[in-house]
């Protein structure tokens, strides 16, 4: 039998994770506004502008929530940016500085190139008034060779004569020795274009050399200019982080706003079932049932299912599956009985739904009790069962009770959802107050199919009570016999009758025997 209570085991697993949210079961799925639990109401509800109140109230704060949110990641964005503007000034100032460096030494070397183009400016203006006066030079030559020529015309000194020859060759190469004709405006170009070159680099008033020393101004303004805004983004910095934490703690104060307002929401009582048509509150149900209602209920239905395996442990044969029915039965019936008093304006329906949680729970409780019996013995199960019971009551009970009025953390929620009284609690509770469909299924489902491995566990029984008793009733007997006889006459003379075998159920083993 130890598969079953492996089997139990992963259903309870299972149902520790499964969708079983006490709160779910009475909020309609539809409703975007947490409540209380439903309570039992004598008279007019008198809770329904403080309901409405509530309800706008966890409007505006959802808002504020989204804006708070939205104003974080604002700022937070804002924070990268200035890390981004802080790097981009940063690596601007160093570009500026080195600018400004650049911009001196340029200075500088126009400084030097401005002497240099001066002295070559003058040079040039040598060079080409003495070319330019070329012509006249060789005009005044020519003049020269030309009277010394006609002087020593009639001369017949043969020197003189050697000389005159030598005059006439050389006034041959002066007339030839002449400049083209556009080599004058080419030096005068040369000459302008080297004194303009050397007044920009040097004179002030200059395009160049003003617009050198103003670059450089501007240059070592620039640096100045960023290295000042350096230091004023620095302290911006300080205070865009100052205005991160300041939103952030706007948000957290935001969402401790709403999460109060819906400690608020459901510290009120579940509007008054009303009926349809009424003109009462607008999101009042039709039915309501308090869920500790649903979850003394299940209470009951649970230990009355482990009183209910050990009556049917003792019957005999079909008297057990017999047992089982009847008081299946007779537990629904009571359960549903106080379901309609503790409910208000419950459904068919509805009523039938809890019915069936009910006789459900009561042999999935019943079956454990048979599971564990079967396997740890009939007093080690019969404990096991107990103070599995107790420990359900204890803590189903507590969840429950204070998701009436609050939240719950995760881990009790969980170790409530892995136990049967937990599953019926929710499927009544989610019938008798429309609420989550999910979580009513799921209950049922769980609670049939632990149901089910208790009743393969009364099935499959070889060994039954009936069984365990004939065999001592016979050992005590041989061991009588044992006892009294001395001898084999005396045992064949004096032993009585054998005793006749109780009547053995169908299937039994001493029967096949």
Not at 327 to 337: K, Q, V
Not at 435 to 451: E, Y
């Amino acid at each position: 039998m130890k598969w079953n209570v492996v089997l139990a085991f992963v259903v309870f697993v299972v149902a520790a994770i499964s969708p079983m949210n006490p709160a779910t079961t009475w909020t309609s799925p539809n409703s975007d506004q947490e409540s209380g639990a439903p309570a039992a109401y004598a008279g007019p509800d008198q809770l329904v502008g403080a309901r409405r109140a509530a309800g706008e109230a966890a409007a505006q704060a959802s808002f504020l929530v989204q804006g708070t949110q939205k104003l974080v990641d604002g700022t937070e964005q804002l924070k990268d940016g200035s890390g981004e503007l802080v790097d981009g000034i940063q690596a601007a100032r160093d570009g500026a500085d080195q600018l400004s460096k650049g911009m001196v030494e340029l200075q500088n070397g126009t400084g030097a190139l401005a002497d240099g183009a001066t002295r070559l400016a003058d040079s040039v203006d040598g060079a080409v008034g003495q070319v330019v006066g070329f012509d006249a030079v060789r005009g005044q030559v020519l003049s020269a060779i030309d009277a010394t020529l006609r002087s020593t015309k009639n001369s017949r000194d043969p020197q003189v004569v050697d000389l005159r020859g030598q005059l006439e060759s050389l006034r041959s190469q002066v007339e030839t020795a002449e400049l083209p004709a556009d080599i004058e405006a080419q030096l005068n170009e040369l000459k302008t274009g080297s004194r303009e070159l050397a007044n920009q680099l040097s004179v002030p008033g200059y395009a160049y050399h003003d617009g050198i020393y103003s670059a450089t101004n501007g240059a070592r303004d620039l640096a100045n200019g960023l290295n000042e805004m350096n230091g004023r983004v620095g302290e911006a910095t300080g205070g865009i982080d100052e205005l991160v934490d300041g939103v952030g703690k706007i948000d957290d104060m935001a969402n401790t706003t709403k999460d109060r307002i819906s400690d608020v929401q459901r510290a009120l009582p579940a509007p008054a079932p009303v009926a349809a048509g009424s003109g009462e509150e607008a999101n009042a149900p039709s039915s309501a049932l308090a869920p500790l209602a649903a979850m003394l209920v299940s209470a009951l239905a649970v230990i009355a299912g482990v009183a209910l395996a050990l009556a049917a442990y003792a019957a005999r044969g079909r008297n057990r599956w017999l047992t089982l029915g009847v008081g299946t039965a007779f537990i629904t019936a009571a359960g549903l009985i106080l379901v309609s008093i503790l409910g208000t304006s419950l459904s068919p329906l509805a009523l039938a739904i809890s019915g069936l949680a009910l006789a459900l729970v009561t042999l999935a409780s019943a079956g454990f009790t048979w599971i564990v019996r079967a396997s740890f013995g009939r007093t080690g199960g019969t404990a096991v069962a107990g103070i599995f019971g107790l420990l359900q009551m204890a803590v189903v009970g507590w969840v429950w009770s204070t998701a009436a009025t609050g939240n719950v953390d995760l881990l009790w929620r969980t170790a409530s959802s892995a136990l049967p009284m937990h599953w019926s609690t929710a499927a009544i509770s989610a019938a008798g107050n429309q609420g989550s469909a999910t979580a009513m299924w799921t209950g049922l489902a769980l609670s049939a199919f632990l149901a089910l491995l208790g009743g393969a566990a009364v099935a499959m029984s070889a060994r039954t009570v009936d069984d365990v008793e004939y065999e001592e009733y016979y050992e005590d007997y041989a061991d009588d016999l044992d006892e009294e006889a001395p001898t084999e006459v005396a045992t064949a003379v004096e032993a009585p009758a054998p005793a006749p075998a109780p009547r053995r159920a169908r299937g039994s083993r001493l029967g096949r025997e």
